[in-house]
């Protein structure tokens, strides 16, 4: 997997995440709902080296011709168009924004276009649009050459925004393939957020941890083969490719493993995915199914110990950071709680 930077965004329908992948985000390992582009007010003419030229090439997609038959148009009130089903995207379709440029030069700010975009994405759910899972490129800062560090904060911002207010919006990713691009995006991010210099440090660097993790990445590996559903989860792969790696930061544990641990808790606890229970509703659900205590106390540690771990910007509790032995509570925690998962799933075959 692809994965360089997550971010952890809590809601009322649960933990929603943004991610940055290290890909061509034209050939994705995973299908999205919406691609998001970027050009040029009216200007529709792939250049060589763009994301239009990319989907020419690679989807053999002409985008003037998806401008012209464009299922909701709202470029003059927003600048922003939304293509018919792309039969080579997965029926997936294309949004386009335009005029980032325009909005930096007339206000020194990518805010006006942003704010238009993400608004017409916070408008596609009340359209029927299905809009789950969301890509685009760091819109404007390509061809269009603004600076990363006039973009990448408004937009982390807005997608933050979205993400908390629609509900139907689950992922959004932001995806580059130049490696020293993501670079700049990965730490611009991380400084953007405040993040703490021990939450950047790899999990991998106590060598007890890799033991550890040894037996984590064994039963997630069991858990991709036995179970059809979650072998393509993206939570899932993107865990297992950070352990086998030994790339995985402290605030990268905490947001994957809480998630990882909602997929699994959720599957087994009964409760009807058809109403919105929290990861703290499913858990003590479990105990209606004879599970001991002291593993339903297991699985608040890692809900709440992932929830802290993930927290982007400065702590204003007491203690305000985690230390090492923290995490290695956390990492035997989630190794324990694994063994649980698939124990408990072959009880009930």
């Given at each position: 997997?692809?994965?360089?930077?997550?971010?952890?965004?809590?809601?009322?329908?649960?933990?929603?995440?943004?991610?940055?992948?290290?890909?061509?985000?034209?050939?994705?390992?995973?299908?999205?709902?919406i691609?998001?582009?970027?050009?040029?007010?009216?200007?529709?003419?792939?250049?060589?080296?763009?994301?239009?030229?990319?989907?020419?090439?690679?989807?053999?997609?002409?985008?003037?011709?998806?401008?012209?038959?464009?299922?909701?148009?709202?470029?003059?009130?927003?600048?922003?168009?939304?293509?018919?089903?792309?039969?080579?995207l997965?029926?997936?379709?294309?949004?386009?924004?335009?005029?980032?440029?325009?909005?930096?030069?007339?206000?020194?700010s990518?805010?006006?276009?942003?704010?238009?975009?993400?608004?017409?994405?916070?408008?596609?759910?009340?359209?029927?649009?299905?809009?789950?899972?969301?890509a685009?490129?760091?819109?404007?800062?390509?061809?269009?050459?603004?600076?990363?560090?006039?973009?990448?904060?408004?937009?982390?911002?807005?997608?933050?925004?979205?993400?908390?207010?629609?509900?139907?919006?689950?992922?959004?990713?932001?995806?580059?393939?130049?490696?020293?691009?993501?670079?700049?995006?990965?730490?611009t991010?991380?400084?953007?957020?405040?993040?703490?210099?021990?939450?950047?440090?790899?999990?991998?660097e106590d060598?007890?941890?890799?033991?550890?993790?040894?037996?984590?990445?064994?039963?997630?590996?069991?858990?991709?083969?036995?179970?059809?559903?979650?072998?393509?989860?993206?939570?899932?792969?993107?865990?297992?490719?950070?352990?086998?790696?030994?790339?995985?930061?402290?605030?990268?544990?905490?947001?994957?493993?809480?998630?990882?641990?909602?997929?699994?808790?959720?599957?087994?606890?009964?409760?009807?995915?058809?109403?919105?229970?929290?990861l703290?509703?499913?858990?003590?659900?479990?105990?209606?199914?004879?599970?001991?205590?002291?593993?339903?106390?297991?699985?608040?540690t890692?809900?709440?110990?992932?929830?802290?771990?993930a927290?982007?910007?400065?702590?204003?509790?007491?203690?305000?950071?985690?230390e090492?032995?923290?995490?290695?509570?956390?990492?035997?925690?989630?190794?324990?709680?694994?063994?649980?998962?698939?124990k408990?799933?072959?009880?009930?075959?």
């Amino acid at each position: 997997m692809s994965l360089i930077n997550i971010i952890s965004v809590p809601t009322s329908t649960g933990v929603k995440t943004i991610e940055v992948h290290n890909q061509d985000i034209t050939k994705l390992d995973w299908e999205v709902d919406i691609l998001v582009v970027s050009a040029f007010t009216g200007r529709y003419d792939p250049a060589p080296g763009t994301v239009l030229k990319a989907l020419e090439e690679n989807k053999s997609i002409i985008f003037s011709n998806l401008a012209h038959k464009a299922h909701i148009d709202l470029r003059i009130p927003l600048g922003c168009w939304l293509s018919q089903e792309v039969e080579t995207l997965g029926n997936g379709r294309i949004l386009c924004v335009e005029g980032i440029k325009n909005s930096i030069k007339g206000t020194g700010s990518s805010e006006e276009a942003l704010s238009n975009l993400f608004g017409t994405l916070a408008l596609l759910s009340h359209k029927n649009v299905k809009c789950n899972r969301i890509a685009m490129p760091l819109l404007g800062t390509g061809y269009q050459g603004n600076e990363i560090e006039k973009v990448l904060p408004v937009l982390v911002e807005k997608a933050i925004h979205t993400l908390i207010n629609v509900n139907s919006i689950k992922t959004i990713y932001f995806v580059e393939i130049n490696e020293e691009r993501i670079k700049k995006i990965d730490e611009t991010i991380n400084t953007h957020l405040l993040r703490e210099f021990d939450k950047l440090e790899s999990v991998f660097e106590d060598d007890s941890l890799v033991l550890l993790f040894e037996g984590v990445i064994s039963k997630l590996l069991q858990i991709k083969s036995k179970n059809q559903r979650l072998s393509k989860s993206n939570t899932l792969n993107n865990l297992i490719s950070k352990i086998v790696r030994k790339e995985l930061r402290f605030y990268e544990l905490g947001i994957l493993s809480r998630k990882m641990v909602e997929l699994l808790v959720k599957e087994i606890s009964g409760l009807p995915e058809t109403k919105e229970f929290t990861l703290h509703d499913h858990i003590n659900e479990l105990r209606s199914k004879h599970v001991a205590d002291w593993m339903i106390n297991y699985m608040h540690t890692l809900r709440v110990f992932g929830n802290s771990v993930a927290h982007e910007g400065i702590e204003t509790t007491f203690p305000n950071h985690m230390e090492k032995a923290d995490i290695f509570v956390f990492a035997h925690a989630f190794n324990r709680f694994l063994d649980f998962y698939l124990k408990f799933k072959e009880e009930k075959r």
